[in-house]
């Protein structure tokens, strides 16, 4: 029985043999850079998401008092804190 091959770069990506070698390695390594980084992105974008809400939430529960200390007023409170958490 012959070893297990691992797959290296030239067998996830076919064409990463030749005079381009370094540049199809390149293009494979971005896409799966890319790929890699998503996750990455998509929880980024939640944490965004649930901070919008949670500063959103908090400032519809605020005092008008506190509200002028900050200088805005209801209406301003209002139309913030009513927002969709995916809206800026």
Do not use: N, Y
């Amino acid at each position: 029985m012959g070893a297990q091959q691992v797959p290296g770069p030239s067998l996830l990506c076919p064409s990463a043999q030749g005079p381009r070698h370094a540049a199809v390695l390149r293009l494979c390594g971005g896409i799966a850079g890319a790929l890699a980084a998503w996750p990455l992105r998509a929880g980024d974008t939640l944490l965004l998401w649930i901070e919008r809400f949670r500063q959103r939430r908090a400032l519809g529960g605020l005092s008008d008092h506190m509200l002028k200390d900050l200088g805005l007023s209801r209406t301003d409170a209002g139309f913030e804190s009513g927002k969709r958490f995916w809206e800026d």
